[in-house]
Structure formats: C-alpha cells, structure tokens
C-alpha cells in the first residue's frame, strides 16, 4: 500500500501489486485540498483484479483487470435521516410520489413510512418485524430507481453531480486488494 502526500493535499492510499520478477510504474492523481467534499473518499483510478472469487459461489463476475477512472465515494451509505429529508420535500409538492419512493418490504407496495398529522413522513419507531429504526441507519429497502432519484435530488440541492457507483468502481473503492 503506497500513500502518497503532497503540501495542502488529502493523502491519497494507492494498493500496488507487483509480481514476481515484474516492476510497476503508473500515475496517480492527488486532488486538490478543495477537490474532495466532505463526506467523501477519494480513490485514485488504475486497473485492479475485479470478479473470479469462487468463493462466492456463481454470484461473482469472471475474473478481470478493468481500468476505473478517479472517483469521490461518500464515506458513509445513505442514511435513512437523509434520504427521509429527500422524500420530505418530495411530499411537499408530490405526497403519492414521495410514498412510492418510500421503503417498502420486498415483494410489497406498501410503503414502511407513515404520514403524519403534519403531513410530514416519518420513520416508525419499530416496525412490524420488530425491528428499531433510526435517522442514522443506513436507508434500506429502496429500489435502484429510488437511489437515483435520490442521487438526482441530492446534486440539485447541492449544486454538485452525485450519482451511484459502477460495480467496478464499488469494487474498486471497496478495497478488495490488488493480490487476490
């Protein structure tokens, strides 16, 4: 594992694998201090070992070396607080959009958030399965559609382009490591 630093930059962590009798050489971009928002992780781009694991048993992509471009990935999943701001001021001017963007069971329509007398949307305390809920869980049992517009929601309100991870670049950031 390389970490590379430069003056008033973020460190940047870079796993590197050479094999036997082999050298390596690449490039390796460091942001700017400003070039990371808060909340996020910079991941240098380079080619890493994607899929192949037997291990998980059919459910893995066939083994490859894909090039990933630099990438920001938030920290921290989505929390329910957070996607619940989305859907609140969805309801404001849509409450039937908001409740079809709301979490549901699998299999079901039926959204687990309640309308409250405010007409806001809230988080049961605990649900039918006996489960608590917290704003800071992360959001849970929404679909790919949700997400994005959530993504889409998000970069308005910012002023920033957010959007969901490919497969690789979730790979990727998630470190799986050079050597397997």
């Known amino acids: 594992l390389v970490e590379l ?9 870079y ?3 050479i094999s036997r ?11 700017a201090a400003d070039g990371v928002p808060e909340g996020f992780c ?16 059919g459910w893995c992509l066939p083994r490859a070396e894909p090039w990933v471009d630099d990438i920001c990935i938030a920290t921290h999943p989505v929390t329910m607080g957070e996607y619940l701001e989305f859907l609140n001021d969805l309801a404001r001017t849509d409450m039937e959009a908001a409740l079809k963007r709301s979490p549901r069971m699998l299999g079901t329509e039926a959204p687990l958030l309640r309308v409250t007398a405010a007409g806001v949307l809230a ?27 959530y993504s889409t929601w998000r970069s308005r309100r910012d002023g920033r382009a957010y959007r969901l991870p490919s497969e690789a670049e979730w790979e990727l950031a998630a470190q799986r490591g050079v050597d397997h």
Not at 8 to 13: E, F, K, L, Q
Not at 22 to 29: A, I, L, N, Q, Y
Not at 127 to 146: F, L, N
């Open 42 to 57: 910079f991941v240098p781009g380079g080619p890493f070992i994607q899929g192949g694991d037997d291990a998980t048993r």
């Open 123 to 149: 988080m049961p305390d605990v649900d039918e399965e006996g489960d608590r809920w917290d704003p800071r869980m992360p959001a849970v049992m929404v679909s790919w559609h949700d997400a994005v517009a």
């Open 15 to 17: 796993p590197v694998f």
């Open 21 to 31: 009798n082999r050298d390596w050489s690449g490039e390796v971009t460091v942001p």
């Open 5 to 13: 630093t430069a003056p008033g930059r973020p460190a940047v962590r």
